[in-house]
């Protein structure tokens, strides 16, 4: 049911509201172009103190600082001279870069990180939000701390409703992953997070990049935790060769493109008829949620080719597929 909160984000009053909101001190799940994000100003430390008690997010895990463009990005971090070609390049997009962070932003933002992550959102609802409040939106995924991210308006109201001041409705997320979280706190370029920008893409401007997704250190970022974007029902990856008979168990099926045997599962969410991985990007989070909500005894997943989005995808997989 759609609660009276959700206002639509073409509603050209609802950007207004949604601003002067923000501007008070109040939450506000507004869209982007890779999940629903969960802002407030990044200059009000209590209203960014309602952010981790909304989500129910551990106060180490630092936030995203989102602004308009590279101009505004400087007021809150330190850019290396580094960062040129990759902000010219990338932004507004998928993108999150880790630079130290300047004075302006207050340490529960960063979790007491001398260093912030920033980008530039490409979601038009995002950027005349961003405009019209006149700061810089602190802003994690709009879920509950290690649930699988929002793609749509009604994901963030059946989980948070109730808890935030209102939630901008842009439509279903058109990337549908996090961005991709590039370190350049050291000479070299990290990749913490592999998301809606392709690191193909990211190595055709700087060549080899060091992916350090490493999960058995003291993660780095929290989304580099083994376990997190999770389902509440168990899921395990396995290839269609590997076939095992489940034999009285509801098994719900997530597969790239149409399976052979959609009849041996209770439910089958296709992320691709074609087979492209954009698209399945763009479709996994809610086919996820769809499947979790079916009383499943458990969800198989079939692995997709590691290559653009396809590693954002398994990425998600493994990490939703980890248990304790
Ligand atoms: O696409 C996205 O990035 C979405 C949309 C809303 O912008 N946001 C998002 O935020 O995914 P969140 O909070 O769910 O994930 C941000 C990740 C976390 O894993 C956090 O630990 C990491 O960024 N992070 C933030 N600041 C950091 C820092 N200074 N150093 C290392 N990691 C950082
Ligand atoms: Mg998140």
Redesign the pocket.
């Known amino acids: 049911m759609p609660t009276p909160k959700i206002v639509s984000a073409s509603n050209p009053e609802a950007i207004e509201i949604a601003a002067r909101i923000l501007r008070e001190g109040g939450l506000v799940a507004f869209p982007?172009?890779?999940?629903?994000?969960?802002?407030a100003d990044a200059g009000n430390p209590q209203a960014v103190a309602r952010i981790f008690e909304v989500k129910g997010?551990p106060r180490l895990?630092?936030?995203?600082v989102?602004v308009g463009d590279f101009e505004s990005a400087k007021y809150y971090g330190q850019f290396p001279a580094s960062a040129d070609a990759l902000t010219k390049r990338f932004w507004p997009g998928?993108l999150?870069l880790?630079v130290a962070?300047k004075p302006s932003v207050p340490s529960i933002v960063?979790?007491g990180?001398d260093?912030?992550?920033i980008?530039v959102?490409a979601h038009p609802a995002a950027l005349a939000l961003i405009k019209a409040a006149g700061f810089g939106i602190a802003?994690?995924?709009?879920?509950p701390f290690g649930y699988v991210?929002p793609t749509d308006a009604q994901h963030v109201a059946e989980q948070l409703g109730d808890a935030i001041d209102l939630i901008l409705d842009g439509g279903p997320c058109s990337?549908g992953?996090?961005?991709t979280?590039v370190?350049l706190?050291i000479s070299t370029y990290r990749v913490?997070?592999v998301?809606?920008t392709p690191i193909e893409e990211i190595e055709a401007i700087l060549g080899n990049v060091d992916i350090n997704i490493d999960v058995s250190r003291r993660?780095?970022?929290?989304?580099?935790?083994k376990r997190?974007y999770s389902t509440s029902t168990c899921l395990e990856i396995a290839e269609e060769s590997a076939e095992i008979i489940y034999a009285g168990e509801k098994v719900g099926l997530l597969s790239l493109t149409e399976p052979e045997n959609p009849r041996n599962y209770a439910a089958v969410e296709v992320l691709s008829a074609s087979g492209n991985l954009r698209e399945a990007a763009a479709n996994l989070f809610r086919a996820l949620r769809r499947l979790d909500t079916l009383s499943l005894d458990k969800i198989v997943a079939r692995p997709v080719r590691e290559e653009g989005l396809g590693r954002a995808i398994m990425d998600r997989l493994r990490r939703c597929s980890a248990r304790e």
């Open positions: 982007t172009e890779t999940v629903y994000g969960l802002g997010r895990d630092p936030l995203i989102h998928p999150t880790i962070k960063t979790a990180l260093t912030v992550a980008r959102p802003a994690p995924s709009a879920n991210s990337i992953v996090e961005s979280i370190s706190e913490l997070r998301g809606g993660p780095q970022a929290p989304g580099q935790l997190h």
